[in-house]
């Protein structure tokens, strides 16, 4: 019934519109011939507004390729160089300059679009390959050949505190233990550093050399929140005893101790090691079995299951850097 309403007050605007000027009256009916040139008027007004905003619009794209072209002026080598670092061919079969220019605009715009959509590691070894190019190459020998760098280096690291890490730290001075853990950390993020950048070229260039590289660089960054949280001294007790346990063992070369203590951080050894600690309203027998400190801190947040993965990095390469006198303490 509301269509029919609808359809009838339709007619009723037409009608009313399409009536002829010469009477007062209006009329009850209405000529074919009126009602077509109604309906070919408003299709002309309709095509004409059609082909302005066609036009305008085509114009403003035009205008907006322009302005993209003209700040995409780059060279032909260094297109060549960006392609080449993408693993994309320099140049398709009947491909002029330009037409290069467009496919690598596109490439680099599909990147940007679908750059969210990678893992950190990834990002990680493009960074490493791309950064392993000529020019890199010869900074670094040229650094090598002048030693000022490894000479301040050296410098640092004798005016750094390195005793040794004791457990007895946590209650005597927790301060200087801070500075401890801080220290021997950075040495050896910096050992590491110093045995990726020492390799042969072709080792470098290599898959696994370039895999080793980016996880030590990933290493070094995930442990970026750690050192903030020893500088300000904000690491809560029981896991501030779990990272002193596990350098205290590394010291030693005890690498199982070092491995059990981690396991403890990561994991911990709790009946249910995911942070519950309220199990429900009322107390139970066991609940005196449950403690902070046993929780998985792994499953805090993201940042915290990072530097405490890069704590097992490190441990791994300590047990390659100086191996154990007795290989029972050698870690699977």
């Not at 300059?97 to 467009?102: F, T």
């Not at 990272?243 to 951080?265: C, G, P, W």
């Not at 995911?274 to 499953?299: D, P, Y």
Request: glycine share 4%; with cysteine; net charge neutral.
């Amino acid at each position: 019934m509301d269509s029919l309403k609808a359809e009838i007050e339709k007619k009723r605007k037409i009608l009313e519109t399409v009536q002829p000027e010469e009477g007062p009256k209006k009329k009850k009916y209405v000529r074919r011939a009126d009602l077509e040139k109604h309906r070919e008027q408003e299709y002309l007004l309709a095509e004409q507004e059609y082909s302005e905003k066609s036009a305008s619009d085509s114009d403003m794209t035009q205008k907006e390729e322009d302005q993209k072209e003209d700040a995409f002026n780059i060279s032909p080598e260094e297109v060549v160089r960006r392609l080449r670092a993408k693993g994309q061919p320099i140049r398709l079969f009947g491909e002029s300059d330009k037409e290069r220019k467009i496919r690598l605009r596109a490439i680099e715009l599909i990147e940007e679009r679908t750059e969210g959509q990678r893992n950190d590691f990834m990002r990680t070894l493009e960074e490493m390959e791309t950064g392993l190019d000529l020019e890199a190459l010869k900074k670094t020998a040229d650094e090598e050949l002048n030693g000022d760098s490894s000479k301040k280096k050296a410098i640092e690291d004798s005016a750094l505190d390195t005793s040794f890490i004791s457990i007895d730290l946590l209650d005597k001075d927790p301060d200087k233990l801070y500075v401890l853990i801080y220290t021997f950390f950075k040495r050896l993020l910096r050992e590491w550093e110093q045995e990726m950048n020492n390799r042969l070229d072709n080792v470098k260039r290599s898959t696994q050399g370039k895999l080793a590289a980016a996880i030590q660089r990933q290493t070094n960054e995930y442990l970026q929140p750690f050192f903030r949280s020893l500088k300000k001294k904000s690491i809560e007790p029981d896991v501030l005893a779990r990272v002193t346990e596990i350098t205290h063992f590394m010291q030693k070369r005890e690498y199982i101790n070092a491995s059990d203590a981690y396991l403890r951080l990561s994991i911990g050894n709790a009946p249910w090691p995911i942070g519950v600690t309220m199990v429900g309203i009322h107390e139970r027998s066991a609940r005196e079995k449950i403690f902070s400190a046993q929780v998985a801190h792994v499953l805090n947040d993201e940042t915290t299951r990072k530097w405490i993965q890069s704590i097992k990095r490190l441990l791994s390469f300590c047990q390659t850097k100086y191996p154990p006198d007795d290989n029972a303490q050698l870690m699977g």
